[in-house]
Structures are given as structure tokens and as C-alpha cells.
């Protein structure tokens, strides 16, 4: 008698089982295959946008008591610092080093197809039965727009029903504990029956055997692949995934703050665009910011274009609040920065780090 191979729980389908569906003839199981270039997309003609009017480019500054305030909260946020310094420190100076950041989005809709295979249970087997729609023909649900999601969708008229070739059909698989016997050596008496001589072994009382409790000694187990059902329902599936490709521009400033800093908070937003495809801005009083738009939407054209559909995309530019502050404290200068519409403070050599020793 020979029995079905063991099985390692579930697996991909094998080569064999695949059909043939037009339209879908790179599509293989376990994923990393099937991709689906879109088809063209028809360009409308997006109308010029308005300059962004030139009032709203003032540079805001804040007062030296947001700056005391935004201090005062930093030294209280570190568990260890003395407030002496932030809550004591005369402020001397304040200069602003405002910049601007400019972010384009690119929200896309990219399509890849796998072939997939769950028990089956019953379900209609469609198959052939009518010419399967093409990849990027099958309606999803509509999308949030610059949010990430998924959605995985049966290809309709892909559902066939396979025997299982883990089980051979069978539904059990022979238990791997035991080699298929049901029961395995005693541990306790290593197959002797006996310990010590002639004290009989109480684990298996003297078989020298003891039951497989994998399996309740069966010697076999239900096959996982198919839960038991000896058959699969094997089909294309549609992944659809949406995702928010955003890339970030900020104008080199010269206060000390690094710009991975700046990450971390929010500006003034002086100007939004969302469109089906953005125009580079045009009018915009820093030249840098209007050659890295024209840079990334470039950049972004070709990136994604290729490999996915656009479906919107988007550019802001903000303004980032940035003051460097110089304080001084026991008659010496020292200096910190107040950045973001959120104050975050930003502080290289706080001058008393562990309250427990200075003062
Ligand atoms: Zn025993
Ligand atoms: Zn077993
Ligand atoms: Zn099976």
C-alpha cells in the first residue's frame, strides 16, 4: 500500500492544476507574478491653475513667549532635565529661518493576479462558462483618494474544482509524529516496558508503546490544504492595491536645524492643488521650490505611469516656522530652536541634563 506524501499544511497549488484563462497567461500561485501594466490612459486637458496669490507669502514669526512657553514644555518633557535653564533663561535673540516645503502626492491604482485555492465547499464552479472580463475590466470599490487600501477579488468565470494533491484526494494525510503507526516508543522506558530492572512502566503499563497523541492514534490526520474535503476550489485572484506615493521637498535653510527634523511637523499651507495630473507651479516667489516641483512631478510621471494608474495626485506647499533662540542662563548664551506649527523644540546642548546633580 503506499501512502499519500505528508503533508506540511497548506501549500500553493501545483503547476498542473492551472487552466489556461485568456487574458491571464502570466499568472502563477504564491504571489510575485502576474503583474498588469494599465491600459493607456486618456489624458484630459486639465486647465492651467491660478497663481498662488502673492499676500499669502508672509513669513509669520512668534513671540518670545511662545518661544518661553515651547521651552519651558521641552525641559518639563525630558523626565531628567532641570527646568532652571528653560524656566530662568533671559532671552537675547530671535532670528527667523522660516522655509518652505513643497509635497507632491501621487495617489495610483496598480493590479496583479495570482492563482489561489481554498477548500471547496460546495461553491458554484464557473470556469469557462462565459469569457472572463480582463484584469483591469473587473469593478472594484472606490477608492478613499491618498489613502492606502486593498481589495482582493475573485475573478469571475476562473472556479474550478481540483482534487487535492497534498491528500491525493483522500482527505487524510498519515501522521508525521508517529510515521502513520498510530504509536511511537514510550519515553519513559524507551521501549522496554521496564525501568529499573523489573519495576514495570507505569506511562505505558509494560507495552513498551504508548498512542500517538497527534493524531489520538490514528496513524493518520485531516489533510490541511483541503480541510478534509478531498477537493479544492482553485481561481484567479485580483489583488487591487491603492496607494499614496508622496515625496517631500524643503528649501535648505541656514539656522543649524537639521531638516530630518522638520519630518516631524506640520507648516502653514500656503498652497493646495489636487487634480487628475498637477502642473508644475508656476509664479512662486522661491525659484527652488518651482524647479523641485517640476523635478518630481517629472519623477513621479515616470515612476508610476509605467506600473499603475493614476487616479489623482496632489501638491501642497507649506510653511515651516523656524526661530533660532539664544538665552542666557548663569552668564552664559546658549541656544535652542522653535519650529512647526506645533513649537517642537529642538535643543543640542540643553545646558542642565540631569536634575539630580545641577543646581
Ligand atoms: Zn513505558
Ligand atoms: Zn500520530
Ligand atoms: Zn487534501
Redesign the pocket.
Known amino acids: 500500500m503506499s501512502a499519500p506524501p505528508t503533508s506540511d499544511g497548506p501549500s500553493a497549488p501545483a503547476a498542473y492544476t492551472f487552466d489556461n484563462v485568456p487574458g491571464y497567461e502570466g499568472t502563477v500561485a504564491g504571489g510575485g507574478g502576474g503583474f498588469l501594466p494599465p491600459p493607456m490612459p486618456s489624458f484630459p486637458d486639465p486647465s492651467p491653475q491660478p497663481e498662488p496669490s502673492q499676500a499669502q507669502w508672509n513669513i509669520p514669526s512668534i513671540s518670545e513667549d511662545t518661544a518661553h512657553e515651547a521651552f519651558v514644555l521641552y525641559a518639563s518633557s525630558n523626565c531628567c532635565y532641570s527646568s532652571a535653564p528653560a524656566k530662568d533663561g533671559m532671552i537675547t535673540n530671535m532670528e527667523a529661518f522660516n522655509t518652505y516645503r513643497y509635497r507632491l502626492e501621487t495617489f495610483t491604482e496598480s493590479r496583479s493576479t495570482e492563482w489561489s485555492q481554498k477548500p471547496y465547499n460546495g461553491e458554484p464552479v464557473d470556469a469557462f462558462s462565459q469569457p472572463t472580463p480582463g484584469p483591469w475590466d473587473i469593478a472594484a470599490q472606490a477608492p478613499t483618494f491618498f489613502k492606502n487600501s486593498k481589495e482582493v477579488i475573485r475573478v469571475p468565470y476562473t472556479s474550478s474544482m481540483k482534487n487535492c494533491h497534498d491528500c491525493l484526494a483522500m482527505g487524510r494525510v498519515p ?1 508525521k ?2 510515521c ?3 504509536n ?1 516508543v514510550c519515553w519513559v522506558c524507551n521501549g522496554s516496558g521496564y525501568h529499573h530492572e523489573q519495576i514495570r512502566c507505569n506511562h505505558c503499563s509494560g507495552r513498551g508503546r504508548e498512542s ?1 497523541t ?2 489520538q ?3 493518520a ?1 485531516k489533510c490541511t490544504t483541503c480541510n478534509g474535503r478531498c477537493q479544492l476550489l482553485v481561481y484567479i485572484n485580483l489583488t487591487v492595491k491603492w496607494t499614496n506615493n508622496s515625496s517631500d521637498y524643503i528649501v535648505e535653510q541656514s539656522s543649524g536645524l537639521l531638516l530630518e527634523n522638520l519630518n516631524q511637523v506640520t507648516g502653514k499651507e500656503l498652497f493646495k492643488d489636487a487634480r487628475y495630473m498637477v502642473y508644475p507651479v508656476m509664479g512662486f516667489p522661491d525659484v527652488n521650490v518651482v524647479s523641485a516641483a517640476e523635478r518630481l512631478i517629472r519623477e513621479h510621471q515616470a515612476t508610476y505611469s509605467q506600473t499603475s494608474r493614476v487616479l489623482q495626485q496632489r501638491q501642497t506647499i507649506e510653511l515651516i516656522p523656524i526661530t533660532k533662540v539664544i538665552y542666557q542662563w548663569k552668564g552664559k548664551s546658549h541656544m535652542y530652536f522653535v519650529y512647526g506649527n506645533e513649537s517642537k523644540v529642538h535643543a543640542d546642548n540643553y545646558p542642565a541634563t540631569c536634575c539630580c546633580t545641577i543646581m
Open positions: 501522521c509524529n508517529c502513520g503507526a498510530g511511537k500517538c497527534q493524531c492514534g490514528q496513524g490526520k
